[in-house]
């Protein structure tokens, strides 16, 4: 799995259901979040 993903499922698991969506809109800015953030996929 990676960063992203695990992220994502963070995320997901510690958000209302109804976020899902917003995360999906917001992926990029979690991509941009784990460049800048140093963190590389694995």
Do not use: D
């Not at 969506?21 to 917001?26: D, G, K, L, Q, Y």
């Not at 992926?27 to 800048?36: D, G, L, S």
Request: aromatic letters at 12%.
């Amino acid at each position: 799995m990676s960063v992203l993903q695990e992220y994502c499922v963070y995320l997901l698991k510690n958000s209302p259901s109804q976020e899902y969506t917003a995360i999906r809109i917001h992926k990029k800015w979690a991509e941009n979040w784990i460049n800048v953030s140093g963190v590389q996929l694995q």
